[in-house]
């Protein structure tokens, strides 16, 4: 059972417009969630995070908006750049405490068209 | 932040036989954890690495199989035993840093 999901594998965005990366979780436990981007041939490097006291977190052209409702939230970049082409990795955990793991979805591969 | 490094970065290895991966981190941290991503999956946890104790495994996961040594606070390793196709993947080790986790660049094994 898929305790996050990112249900579309890709998306292809021209360079300069907004992408739009979403993931959706199952576990009602989960507080804390993070995006990773990941180049191929590297480990994921971390890019934003945001708890479920926020709704919205915002970090240069990245913004990460939680929908603790919908048990949803997604990643805007804008303006992409062709440098964003990359493997994003919404992780969830349920709660923000050291050493806590978390659970990954399956990874949405974005392409930044020139 | 934290630097992590892995060796080997990429291996093919036989059925049967086992590798050894290492992880080295620049900063003392208590807890590693060892992560599998395999082609077209998403990133899933092995297990959860203190020192001076022994590993944590998730659920489908056992240390005959995937045996963990954390000799130190800066130090793992993971063994891939007795090899067979399915385990080809990229290995990854991690650290928790407070704010968020830290991944190695990765290890690519493929096993004939």
């Known amino acids: 059972d898929q305790q996050v999901k990112q249900n579309s594998p890709s998306l292809s965005v021209q360079e300069g417009r907004i992408s739009i990366l979403n993931c959706d979780y199952t576990?009602?436990?989960?507080?804390?969630f993070l995006w990773y981007k990941k180049y191929p041939a590297e480990g994921p490097t971390f890019l934003i995070s945001?708890?479920?006291?926020?709704d919205k977190n915002e970090d240069g052209r990245f913004t990460v908006f939680l929908n603790k409702s919908a048990k949803h939230l997604s990643l805007h970049i804008v303006p992409s750049q062709p440098g964003d082409s990359a493997v994003y990795f919404c992780a969830a955990s349920p709660a923000r405490n050291y050493g806590q793991n978390f659970v990954f979805g399956p990874g949405t591969r974005l392409s930044v068209l020139p | 932040s934290a630097v992590i490094s892995q060796k080997p970065s990429r291996d093919i290895c036989q059925r049967g036989t086992s590798l050894t991966i290492q992880c080295q981190v620049d900063s003392q941290v208590t807890m590693m954890f060892w992560y599998r991503q395999q082609p077209g999956q998403s990133l899933t946890l092995i297990a959860t690495?203190?020192?001076?104790?022994?590993?944590?495994?998730e659920s489908g996961f056992v240390i005959d199989k995937f045996p963990i040594s954390r000799p130190n606070l800066t130090f793992s390793t993971l063994t891939v035993s007795n090899m067979s196709p399915e385990d080809s993947s990229i290995y990854l080790c991690?650290?928790?840093?407070?704010?968020?986790?830290?991944f190695g660049p990765g290890t690519r094994l493929l096993v004939l």
């Open positions: 991690s650290v928790d840093l407070g704010e968020t986790q830290y």
């Open positions: 576990n009602s436990m989960f507080d804390y």
């Open positions: 690495a203190n020192q001076g104790s022994e590993a944590t495994y």
């Open positions: 945001i708890s479920s006291i926020k």
